[in-house]
Each structure stands twice: as structure tokens, then as C-alpha cells.
């Protein structure tokens, strides 16, 4: 059973995880995995398995709010939904031959990465990719990530979709089929190998958390000044990766 204590310090990580999502565009995982690491004995896949049910849990809702306002493109984001199913199956069969330590590395990297791209790196635009073979290559790329890093990987399918041609909007709204897909079918795999237990016990506060939080920082985002937010969130992420990695390579 979660503490009192530890279930309200999870929905206060949850709404977190939503603001960042609903202010930057970006995925609640990344702060959901390493809170997870740092506030709970959580090991790497459990924080992993805990993140992709929150987002299981969540991304309806933010993908029924954008299906209103008709910005889902759904046969692109079926098409890059089952190409993300592949990766998820590359992820599982990868998965045993890495360690929690690589993992781990791997993890931090990829939040040095969001960093760059929230603080310096604007979206793609002016350039057009050819539609299928970009949208396979994504979909694949994001089902991967999801699986071994427990993301949604909004910050790889955005760009991906905006080089095929389709408008800003439209490409945030039409990845999250392609994260709801990704993420649901790991979860499966997920409770299928390591059982119901206490990683999904932490999943239930932080995603009621991340609910609230997601309102709350879509209508925050509309009034701040996106840049000089963006670049603070991005230099906490350099933090987080830092100590991601040194906790990873400390005795």
C-alpha cells in the first residue's frame, strides 16, 4: 500500500508531469520517470512501466479535446500508431540485453536532447519529407523509445510530422494516437512480465495528478512567454539528466 505522505507527493509529481505537458508540448514522462526514481525505490523499468500507464491513462484526454477541435489527422495517426508497434516490439525484444545502468545513461541523454530542442530548436518547417517512409521511421523510432525509456515521444513525432506537411497543430494533436497506442501496448507487456505491484500502484496519483495538471498548464501557457519558459524547463532537464547519470554511475 502507498503512505498518505508518498500518494499526495505522487499527485503533486503528476501535476507537474501534466503543466510540462501542457506547457511545452512535451511528454509528462520525462518528469515522471526520474521523480519516480528519486522519491520512491522505484527501479529504472518499474519507473518506466509506472510512466507508460500514466500516459495510458492520460493521453485520451488531451487526445478527445483535440479530436473536438477536428486537429487529429486519425489515418496518419493510424498509419504512424501501428509503425510505432513495431518499435515496441524491437523494445522488448532489446530490452533484456540492457542493463539499468545503460538504461538509465540512455535516458539522461535523451533529456539532454528535449533540452536542446525546447531551448535552441524550433520546429521544423519549410522542408518536406517523403510522407510514408518518414512516417514509418518515426512511428518505429517512438514505439522504441517508449518501450525501454517510458515517454510518449511527442518530442520525436512532432518534428516528424511537421516534414511530411502537416500544420503544427495538427501534427501535436495527431501524435497522440500514436503515444496512446505505444504506450498502452507496453503497459500490456508490461503488467503481462513484471505483474500488477507497486509500480502500478504509483502510476494511480501521479496520472490523477497529471489530469489536473494538464488544464491547469494549457491555460497558463496561453499567458506566459513561451521562449523564456521553455529555456527554464530546459535547464532543469540538464539537472535532471546530470543526476540521472551520476546516480546511474555512482558505486
Known amino acids: ?61 488531451g487526445l478527445w479535446q483535440h479530436h473536438r477541435g477536428r486537429k487529429v489527422a486519425w489515418r496518419t495517426g493510424a498509419a504512424l500508431g501501428a509503425w510505432g508497434l513495431l518499435g515496441v516490439g524491437a523494445g522488448f525484444l532489446i530490452d533484456p540485453y540492457l542493463s539499468d545502468v545503460a538504461l538509465e545513461l540512455l535516458f539522461a541523454a535523451f533529456l539532454l536532447y528535449a533540452a536542446k530542442r525546447l531551448a535552441f530548436g524550433a520546429t521544423p518547417t519549410g522542408v518536406k519529407l517523403p510522407g510514408a517512409l518518414t512516417i514509418a521511421l518515426t512511428g518505429i523510432v517512438a514505439g522504441l523509445v517508449a518501450k525501454l525509456l517510458g515517454i510518449g515521444g511527442g518530442i520525436l513525432i512532432v518534428p516528424g510530422l511537421v516534414f511530411v506537411g502537416l500544420e503544427i497543430h495538427t501534427a501535436v494533436a495527431t501524435s497522440l494516437v500514436s503515444v496512446f497506442t505505444n504506450a498502452a501496448v507496453s503497459t500490456g507487456i508490461n503488467l503481462a512480465h513484471l505483474g500488477p505491484g507497486r509500480w502500478n500502484e504509483w502510476a494511480v496519483p501521479v496520472a490523477a495528478g497529471s489530469v489536473l495538471g494538464i488544464y491547469a498548464g494549457s491555460h497558463l501557457g496561453l499567458r506566459s512567454s513561451q521562449r523564456l519558459l521553455q529555456r527554464a524547463f530546459a535547464a532543469i532537464l540538464v539537472v535532471v539528466a546530470a543526476s540521472l547519470a551520476w546516480r546511474a554511475l555512482s558505486p
Open 1 to 61: 500500500m502507498v503512505s498518505i505522505q508518498l500518494f499526495i507527493t505522487l499527485v503533486l509529481v503528476g501535476i507537474l508531469s501534466g503543466l510540462t505537458a501542457g506547457l511545452f508540448g512535451v511528454g509528462g514522462g520525462i518528469v515522471t520517470v526520474p521523480f519516480l526514481r528519486f522519491l520512491t525505490p522505484a527501479s529504472f523499468r518499474e519507473a518506466v512501466a509506472a510512466s507508460l500507464l500514466v500516459i495510458t491513462i492520460t493521453t485520451p484526454v
